[in-house]
Structure formats: C-alpha cells, structure tokens
C-alpha cells in the first residue's frame, strides 16, 4: 500500500523552530520530487516547497524562504522540512505530497493535481 506519513508537528513558540519527516512506504520514494503544503483554518492549501528526485534542486514559497529548509534522505525514503523563526502565522495543517506523472521528478509549481499521492497531515501551532 502506497503511503506517505508525516510527523514533527506540534506547539512551539514564535521565533522556535520544528522538523517535520515525511516517510514513505510502499514505494521508492526516490523517484518523486516531494512537495510540502499548508492549510491554516480558513484558508486554501498552499505549496511551501518543493525538493526534486535527486534532491539537487529546491523551491520555496515566498512566505517561508530563508526560514524553512527542504532535505530528503533517499536511503531512508524520508524528506525533511526544517522550519526555523517560526511565526503565528505559520500555523497550519503540513502536508507532504509525491508528485505524479512523466515528470514525477521535478518540482513545477504546486498545483495540487499534479501530485498523486497525500500525507494525512501534521499539526503545527505557532503561538505564545
């Protein structure tokens, strides 16, 4: 069975930082560019970033660049997000999402249509 598991959320202060892993299972995770999404109360999802097959290339949201790093481990079939200065507004629903298709591989925007396969999700709250 085809599955992908997020885990590392929870509460942290603002200014804190949180990693959240991505597991897969049931698949090679290796041969998917991996993306991360958000979804506060309220609010569309949104795409955060984005890392390639091979890992040699990243992309992020304007929101989170400089803060948020986006690492994968092949070997474990894991993809990281570490987030740092965190902000209230930063509180959401993580989600992690294999892209599908012919370019399964590569990060190309983040409509949601183009990755096949979804995390369950994890709780971040940002808050004092």
């Known amino acids: 069975q085809l599955q992908l598991v997020e885990s590392g959320g929870g509460l942290v202060q603002p200014g804190g930082s949180l990693r959240l892993s991505c597991a897969a299972s049931g698949f090679t995770m290796g041969y998917y560019a991996i993306g991360w999404f958000r979804q506060a109360p309220g609010k569309e999802r949104e795409g955060v970033s984005c890392?390639?097959?091979?890992?040699?290339?990243?992309d992020y949201a304007d929101s989170v660049k400089g803060r948020f790093t986006i690492s994968r481990d092949n070997a474990k079939n894991t993809v990281y997000l570490q987030m740092n200065s965190l902000k209230p507004e930063d509180t959401a629903v993580y989600y992690c999402a294999a892209r599908g298709g012919p370019s399964r591989g590569y990060c190309s925007g983040y409509s949601a249509d183009t990755y096949n396969y979804w995390g369950q999700g994890t709780q971040v709250t940002v808050s004092s």
């Open positions: 890392i390639t097959s091979s890992g040699l290339s990243t």
